[in-house]
């Protein structure tokens, strides 16, 4: 569980008030593996926690604005966080197999090739009464594939990913795509 942790300019700071935990930083993610304003990956627990800034992860496999990868629990959480990546790049989660719940991406940007979404990258979990505001940007690289980008989710696994209750507000150029490809 992540809870009363404050991130600020890359250092811990106990307490970060409301139980939750915040980033307000720049994050350059050119290590690989998953980056996210708040954590790469989760596998617990991230509730009433925020995250803004920019995350560039232009060389790992996946990012989001609050955490590259989910297969635990979100829950009314808030990424304001711009996000660049070459694929599987979400405003709040890059890829999500766990549970997302009543949490926001309000973003300037999500940029990137493939499985670009507002609020999910790829999504083969579960998506409830949660929203994302904010442009998807597709950019040209050797991953392109227009039909996996979306406001709300870039790309859903057939007959795996659930969402219910959710909602995009935003565009892709000239389009407004909720779900790239499902």
């Known amino acids: 569980r992540i809870g009363g942790v404050?991130?600020?300019?890359?250092?811990?700071?106990?307490?970060?008030?409301?139980?939750?935990?915040?980033?307000y930083t720049t994050?350059?993610?050119?290590?690989?593996?998953?980056?996210?304003?708040?954590?790469?990956?989760?596998?617990?627990?991230?509730?009433?926690s925020f995250s803004g800034g920019k995350v560039d992860a232009t060389s790992g496999s996946s990012a989001g604005g609050l955490v590259g990868q989910n297969l635990g629990e979100i829950q009314d959480s808030l990424s304001k966080s711009s996000v660049i990546a070459k694929?599987?790049?979400?405003?709040?989660a890059g890829i999500n197999s766990g549970i997302i719940n009543t949490s926001v991406a309000s973003?300037?940007?999500?940029?990137?090739?493939s499985?670009?979404?507002g609020?999910?990258?790829?999504?083969?979990?579960?998506?409830?009464?949660?929203?994302?505001?904010?442009d998807v940007l597709p950019t040209?690289?050797?991953?392109?594939?227009?039909?996996?980008?979306?406001?709300?989710?870039?790309?859903?696994?057939?007959?795996?990913?659930i969402t219910s209750f959710s909602r995009a507000f935003g565009h892709i150029g000239e389009f407004n795509w909720q779900i790239g490809n499902n």
Do not use: C, H, M
Request: hydrophobic share 25%.
């Open 115 to 117: 499985e670009v979404g």
């Open 107 to 113: 973003v300037g940007t999500v940029t990137g090739g």
């Open 119 to 134: 609020l999910v990258g790829y999504n083969y979990g579960e998506i409830r009464n949660s929203l994302a505001y904010g």
């Open 87 to 92: 694929w599987t790049i979400g405003g709040l």
């Open 27 to 48: 994050t350059d993610y050119d290590r690989g593996g998953n980056g996210g304003g708040l954590v790469g990956n989760n596998e617990g627990n991230i509730s009433n």
């Open 140 to 161: 040209e690289t050797e991953y392109t594939d227009l039909t996996k980008i979306g406001t709300l989710i870039g790309f859903q696994e057939p007959g795996k990913g």
């Open 6 to 23: 404050a991130l600020t300019d890359r250092v811990i700071v106990a307490g970060g008030g409301g139980g939750g935990s915040y980033n």
